[in-house]
């Protein structure tokens, strides 16, 4: 028996299982996706996109990485924008961070090793920058989940940078890039209020949603158990 059988079984019973409910489903979706959503997510194995959202296969388009970074120069992400917009003609781009992000915790701490080092890096910015704000928190799990939702205005403010999102938007394109941070304790996404659909929006958006972060609780879109 291989090592991998079970998944291989779970595989068979999930694709029957669809297609007992919708026999054509499948063809359907070989021939053609038209998501009207991207996805950029961490790489958590507790973060699964499709699950999140209740969406099925070929309704969202997703890129995930270590905490959710957007660079300008990772070819991966660059590749995955261009596509997403230039070829499926996503109508929103959904930044996604989650509470307890064991990448920005590792970056607040100075704590990776090896190549992750210098992909936190990029985090670590984003907390340099922040400094002051985080120094205002007395818990240390209130530092780290602050600045999971700060990463994640910072990567919105990266993806409205891209030449690629700035083209979209110069020759009318209907895309809008939203915030939202998954909370991994209760399932709930916590709209982050960070919306923004042109160029004339994108710096007054940012700044806004980083004002009243700032001024609310950790956390406070958080639904009570």
């Not at 038209?34 to 099925?56: F, K, T």
């Amino acid at each position: 028996m291989g090592q991998l059988d079970k998944l291989l079984d779970r595989n068979k019973a999930w694709a029957d299982g669809i297609k007992s409910q919708d026999p054509d489903f499948f063809v359907r979706l070989s021939n053609q996706q038209a998501p009207e959503y991207l996805w950029i997510g961490c790489a958590d194995s507790r973060v699964p996109a499709n699950q999140i959202v209740d969406l099925m296969p070929g309704e969202l388009f997703v890129h995930r990485n270590v905490a959710n970074v957007v660079v300008h120069t990772d070819f991966n992400c660059l590749s995955v924008l261009q596509f997403a917009i230039d070829v499926l003609k996503v109508k929103h781009i959904l930044v996604v961070g989650h509470y307890g992000c064991g990448g920005v915790k590792a970056a607040l701490h100075n704590e990776g090793f090896g190549l992750i080092s210098n992909w936190l890096r990029h985090v670590q910015d984003v907390r340099d920058k922040y400094g002051p704000v985080l120094d205002q928190l007395t818990s240390e799990q209130d530092r780290v989940d602050r600045l999971c939702e700060l990463n994640v205005v910072e990567q919105v403010g990266h993806v409205c940078q891209n030449n690629i999102v700035q083209e979209a938007w110069r020759r009318g394109q209907p895309l809008t890039v939203h915030g939202f941070v998954y909370d991994v304790a209760d399932g709930i996404l916590r709209d982050m209020g960070l919306s923004i659909a042109c160029e004339a929006d994108r710096e007054s958006t940012r700044q806004n949603s980083i004002d009243e972060l700032v001024m609310r609780p950790v956390r406070a879109g958080r639904q009570k158990k």
